[in-house]
């Protein structure tokens, strides 16, 4: 996608992404957490507690950017942010291959509040 062409979502699906990042902000520390243990095996230069205290503090920045970008419906900041990201990433020693890998981990990590959150609205609503 082009920087600037507006929201990434809209509607139901930028609802249902707010709720999913309201999720990723209220369980951040968990996460991260939980995505550490894992990542400083798929990179282990991110073992070194400066690099994993940067990627914290840089993920904490990424957090309010992205609410800034839900609320005004610009994301050309968040995507200049991941570009950024990606590159202090690779300041790290982290590869791309190893920075998807830890993507996709933080995704994985995330599920069990999502699925917990889920559980709650059904049971709220039966």
């Known amino acids: 996608m082009p920087k600037g062409t507006g929201p990434w979502f809209q509607g139901a699906e930028l609802d249902a ?19 550490l243990r894992e990542a400083v095996e798929i990179a282990p230069s ?19 950017r992205v609410w800034h970008a839900i609320r005004e419906g610009d994301w050309t900041a968040i995507e200049e942010k991941w570009e950024a990201r990606g590159a202090a990433f690779a ?12 993507v996709l981990v933080t ?20």
């Open 17 to 35: 992404f707010s709720a999913y990042w309201a999720l990723l902000e209220a369980n951040y520390d968990a996460i991260v957490a939980s995505t």
């Open 46 to 64: 991110l073992s070194k507690p400066a690099s994993a205290e940067r990627a914290r503090e840089d993920g904490t920045d990424v957090l309010k």
């Open 91 to 102: 300041t790290l020693g982290v590869s791309i291959e190893e920075w998807s890998d830890i």
């Open 107 to 126: 995704s994985r990590c995330s599920l069990p509040f999502v699925l917990d959150a889920q559980v709650a609205n059904w049971s709220a609503s039966a």
